[in-house]
């Protein structure tokens, strides 16, 4: 098993950043990929990025290409998101996902292990 605690969200204006941390318990981390979601109130949960074991393969979801960034220390067990240009409709919760897997992949009902989640809002 693996324990989760997401820190780093806040307020921010439009257009500026955040980085979101993502800190894992446990000694087999690098075996999980790792993944954030968000979710805004009223919606469904969304995938934002996915990485890969070894942090050479990554994912994200269209509308933050080029604006986030995931990346991953196996060796302090922790999975970044930095998230530069920050726009109102990126404000939610963002919860970092864990899943014991060889495949980066975006589906969420395939993560078995969350955080607690971080409050992002970005004001306009």
């Known amino acids: 098993q693996v324990q989760l605690v997401e820190s780093g969200g806040g307020l921010v204006q439009a257009g500026g950043s955040l980085r979101l941390s993502c800190a894992a318990s446990?000694?087999?981390?690098?075996?999980?990929?790792m993944a954030w979601f968000r979710q805004a109130p009223g919606k469904e949960r969304e995938f934002v990025a996915a990485?890969?074991?070894?942090?050479?393969?990554?994912l994200y979801r269209d509308s933050v290409k080029g604006r986030f960034t995931i990346s991953r220390d196996n060796a302090k067990n922790t999975v970044h998101l930095q998230m530069n240009r920050l726009k109102p409709e990126d404000t939610a919760v963002y919860s970092c996902?864990?899943?014991?897997?060889?495949?980066?992949?975006?589906?969420?009902?395939?993560?078995?292990?969350w955080g607690q989640g971080t409050q992002v809002t970005v004001s306009s």
């Open positions: 996902a864990a899943d014991m897997t060889s495949v980066v992949h975006t589906t969420f009902a395939e993560y078995h292990y």
């Open positions: 446990g000694r087999t981390f690098s075996t999980y990929v």
């Open positions: 990485i890969s074991r070894s942090g050479t393969t990554t």
